[in-house]
């Protein structure tokens, strides 16, 4: 197989591309070619091609430090799959991928075995009634590290204080990604027609714009709030925010079910209603808590669903909890047994709602990951140390395709990382494959010491989703705010979506949860390598000999087969 074969997938914020090749003769990379064909940056030129910058060069290069760059026909990409970061919301491009042959700084193309040109179009799913939006904080980045230093910030602590002054605009709408653009245009939908009312049900309320947009409402924001994550010194985790919407004459129900220094009844929900007049007509949930740190240090996730029939139901939710105030009767659990009844319209959506009885919705879940065909792609934060997840990783010791990452998998009796493949020996590197972030901590080669001081800059990946088959004849996406655990289920207020049959979903959350991935797969390989004593891969190979190792590698073989199908055909 000399052409080579690309297939690319997209959401708002990132464009995922994978090709495939054989052995190509004196191939020393690849160059990725981009073309603008529409964009709201007036920066841009259209109908251009452009070549896709690498920021690795060749053993010549390597004196120059961190901060090099040229375009990837110069450096080309020694790799089978590349993540543009540039693509926003209404992009649309087209792409291809070509070899580069010959010998550093005289390569030239090969166009005869250069791919078809791939288009895509970052719109969302469903002509916009069923969007999906990410934020792009990624901490652990040579990006947080030069913006540290030039704004002379040293700790997570002080980056968190610096984010959450409402006039630190580019950090805030830079990190808060096509999420914050998503929820501030809720508010303005809200606060520029007085027919529409919000019900939201939250676990915490800290970040200043957010709370003074449920203030401007006033009594139309309608807040059944929980007090967050409790301490002896802080019992009420958002005493201030709780003070303002009291104050600014908003209906809150105050939801006060977490104690200091006791586990789970967490009042842990996300989601807000839209009420048109007497009408439900819209759902906001996900994994994002309404603090700085949710929307603009951790990776998180959020879904925007235009549905009258799911908002009837989550308005019911909200309801209920209202109804519970402070307790966590019989009658919510009842309630919560089984799913609601979801919609078909924008897609198959099935809602769960917790605390639930004998443990229905894990049931539900292990059930999609014990259906999967061809992979599982995941993120999490603190999952427990049982359920779905660990089943995802007995999928994994079995053949399936299983790409992850946790930030953190507490369990046993001392709180420490408890994983291994179930089905496999003790000593496998869970780590290979799922893992948690981690960043560069010292500079070498081209690449620069990242940001990682510390302070509250504790959770790097607090999204709780899972893509099963996306590109299968049962795509499946699960997201919302439940962390797949025990205490999820029986002790939390929470919900989750499962989203069903909807490739273009699948796709979107496919490529962002890929390019998650791969930022903290390289990381975590440095750690690992360099813990170990040895030197972690430094430059570009300047002979073709660099494509055994990946043609050779099942991994890559695997890669291929669930991104892009059998050979010969498209995924």
């Known amino acids: 197989m000399d052409q080579v074969q690309l297939n690319v997938y997209c959401n708002t914020d990132d464009a995922f591309l994978i090709w495939r090749a054989g052995e190509l003769e004196n191939c020393i990379g690849f160059a990725i070619e981009r073309v603008w064909l529409e964009s709201d940056d007036g920066n841009r030129p259209l109908n251009q091609a452009e070549f896709l910058w690498n920021r690795v060069g060749f053993a010549t290069d390597v004196g120059g430090g961190p901060d090099q760059r040229q375009p990837s026909d110069v450096w080309p990409f020694q790799r089978y799959s ?71 910030i040293e700790t997570g602590t002080e980056l968190v204080e610096r984010i959450s002054d409402v006039s630190s605009e580019f950090l805030r709408d830079f990190c808060g990604g096509s999420l914050i653009v998503a929820l ?86 996300k989601f807000i209603v839209v009420v048109d007049g007497d009408r439900p007509v819209a759902v906001w949930t996900g994994s994002t808590n309404l603090t700085p740190t ?41 309630s919560n047994a089984a799913p609601d009844a979801g919609t078909a319209v924008p897609a198959n959506i099935e809602p769960w709602f917790t605390p639930t009885v004998k443990n229905a919705d894990l049931k539900r879940l292990q059930a999609l990951v014990e259906g999967a065909q061809d992979g599982i792609l995941f993120l999490s934060f603190m999952p427990g140390p049982n359920g779905p997840v660990l089943d995802i990783l007995e999928e994994r010791a079995q053949g399936q395709f299983v790409r992850g990452v946790l930030n953190r998998f507490v369990g046993g009796a001392d709180g420490a990382l408890m994983a291994e493949l179930v089905g496999g020996g003790k000593s496998d590197p869970m780590n290979l494959d799922v893992f948690t972030p981690s960043g560069i901590k010292h500079q070498f080669s081209f690449w620069a010491e990242e940001f990682m001081r ?42 989750f979506l499962v989203i069903e049959g909807d490739r273009s979903v699948a796709e979107s959350y496919a490529a962002h949860i890929i390019s998650v991935y791969d930022h903290y797969r390289w990381r975590q390989y440095v750690a690992s390598t360099t813990a170990a004593g040895k030197q972690p891969w430094q430059k570009l190979d300047d002979k073709a000999s660099w494509q055994k190792s990946r043609l050779n590698s099942a991994k890559q073989q695997a890669e291929w087969t669930f991104w892009m199908g059998s050979p010969g055909r498209p995924g």
Request: net charge negative; aromatic share 8%.
């Open 82 to 152: 590349w993540t543009d970061h540039e693509v926003g919301f209404n992009d649309r491009a087209r792409y291809r991928v070509v070899p580069m042959v010959g010998k550093p700084g005289a390569l030239e193309p090969r166009e005869e075995w250069a791919s078809a040109w791939v288009e895509v179009h970052a719109v969302q799913p469903a002509g916009g009634r069923l969007s999906c939006f990410f934020n792009r904080p990624m901490a652990a980045s040579r990006w947080m590290a030069k913006v540290a230093a030039e704004m002379e």
């Open 184 to 269: 501030r245009q809720l508010f303005d939908n809200a606060g520029g027609n007085p027919d529409i009312s919000l019900y939201a049900a939250l676990f915490e309320l800290e970040d200043e714009e957010v709370t003074q947009r449920f203030c401007d409402l006033g009594p139309r924001a309608n807040i059944v709030l929980a007090n967050g994550s409790t301490k002896v010194t802080e019992p009420d985790a958002n005493a201030e925010g709780r003070a303002k919407v009291h104050a600014a004459g908003c209906v809150v129900i105050d939801r006060m079910t977490a104690a200091p220094r006791k586990v789970g009844a967490l009042g842990h929900n």
């Open 294 to 334: 949710g929307l603009f240090t951790q990776i998180n996730n959020a879904v925007l669903i235009e549905s009258a029939e799911l908002a009837t139901q989550y308005l019911a939710q909200w309801h209920r909890l209202a109804e519970a105030g402070s307790e966590a009767p019989s009658t919510l659990k009842a």
């Open 454 to 495: 510390g302070g509250k800059i504790s959770v790097l990946v607090h999204s709780k989703v899972m893509c099963i088959d996306p590109f299968g004849a049962h795509p499946v996406v699960v997201t919302g705010s439940h962390n797949f655990s025990e205490m999820a289920s029986e002790s939390n207020d929470e919900n």
